[in-house]
């Protein structure tokens, strides 16, 4: 139960700190994010409807598809942080007005992002999502030979190339593609500040559960380590794995869900070579 409210704590938290970056600086200023947020805001711009409502109807329902990959209570929690969210950015909009911070495209792009970056750390870390897109990206993936990774940067560049269409305006779309790499890098600041992946260790006396968790989850690359403990010489063994700043919640949620009594070390990892392990 303590938890559930430290989660839910922070989708709140994070879903404020989203649409204050919408509302005051994504949208006077014609800027997209990346995924379904993006696709949202571009529906706004073309269709003149609340990017609320949009964010609901595109995301809810891949969500709904997406509760095999990610489990039942993930889904939840995101319906939430994504209701949320939406229910704050047309409120914000409809009923407090909140003007723009700033009419400088170049200041929205690199603050906003920075709101949107800080808003989504704090939901990641509520073990929820405030988009879709993953979820488009884990489906793909999981029927063709192209990465999770790739899908979501090729709906990320559709819908720059979009916005540079619709507005006709290069600049707006350069400068979206700079305050999503801005939000990319605040997650990541955010949620582990440091790198973008951390090395992680793993001593269970459940590995074969704990394997078969991340490999669902979050996916194939990890080592069982075997070795001795340094008093008894018992055999014991552990997953080493690289991962994704991002993820490191999820890992967490995992580990907790299979073997709350398993030891966790994170590292950084300043340097990486080779394609996995």
């Known amino acids: 139960?303590?938890?559930?409210?430290?989660?839910?704590?922070?989708?709140?938290?994070?879903?404020?700190?989203?649409?204050?970056?919408?509302?005051?600086?994504?949208i006077?200023?014609?800027?997209?994010?990346?995924?379904?947020?993006?696709?949202a805001l571009l529906g706004h711009y073309i269709f003149q409807l609340p990017v609320g409502v949009l964010m609901v109807a595109i995301n809810v329902p891949l969500l709904f598809l997406g509760t095999k990959y990610f489990g039942k209570h993930f889904t939840v929690r995101s319906i939430i942080a994504i209701g949320f969210t939406s229910l704050c950015i047309d409120f914000?909009?409809?009923?407090?007005?909140?003007?723009?911070?700033?009419?400088?495209?170049?200041?929205?792009?690199?603050?906003?992002?920075?709101?949107?970056g800080?808003?989504?750390?704090?939901?990641?870390?509520?073990?929820?999502?405030?988009?879709?897109?993953?979820?488009?990206?884990?489906?793909?993936?999981s029927k063709t030979s192209i990465k999770a990774s790739s899908v979501m940067f090729f709906i990320d560049m559709l819908i720059i190339l979009s916005i540079a269409l619709i507005s006709q305006n290069i600049d707006l779309a350069l400068?979206?593609?700079?305050?999503?790499?801005?939000?990319?890098k605040s997650i990541d600041m955010f949620l582990t500040r440091g790198p973008s992946k951390k090395v992680v260790h793993i001593v269970s006396t459940k590995i074969e559960k704990l394997c078969a968790e991340i490999v669902l989850h979050l996916g194939k690359n990890g080592t069982i380590v075997e070795g001795d403990g340094i008093y008894a010489h018992e055999n014991k063994r552990m997953i080493f794995l690289v991962v994704e700043n991002r993820k490191i919640p999820t890992l967490k949620?995992?580990?907790?869900?299979?073997?709350?009594?398993?030891?966790?070390v994170v590292m950084e990892?300043?340097?990486l070579l080779g394609r996995g392990h």
């Open 1 to 26: 139960m303590k938890s559930e409210f430290k989660n839910y704590s922070y989708i709140f938290l994070g879903s404020l700190f989203l649409s204050f970056g919408v509302v005051s600086l994504f």
């Open 28 to 39: 006077p200023n014609a800027l997209v994010t990346g995924g379904t947020s993006g696709m």
């Open 92 to 116: 914000m909009v409809e009923y407090l007005h909140v003007s723009a911070l700033s009419h400088d495209v170049i200041l929205a792009a690199i603050f906003g992002g920075i709101a949107v």
């Open 118 to 141: 800080i808003g989504l750390g704090f939901i990641l870390s509520g073990h929820a999502s405030a988009g879709g897109s993953t979820i488009i990206a884990k489906i793909v993936a």
């Open 175 to 184: 400068w979206s593609m700079v305050s999503i790499y801005i939000s990319a």
């Open 253 to 264: 949620e995992l580990i907790q869900k299979v073997d709350n009594e398993a030891f966790m």
């Open 269 to 271: 990892a300043s340097e």
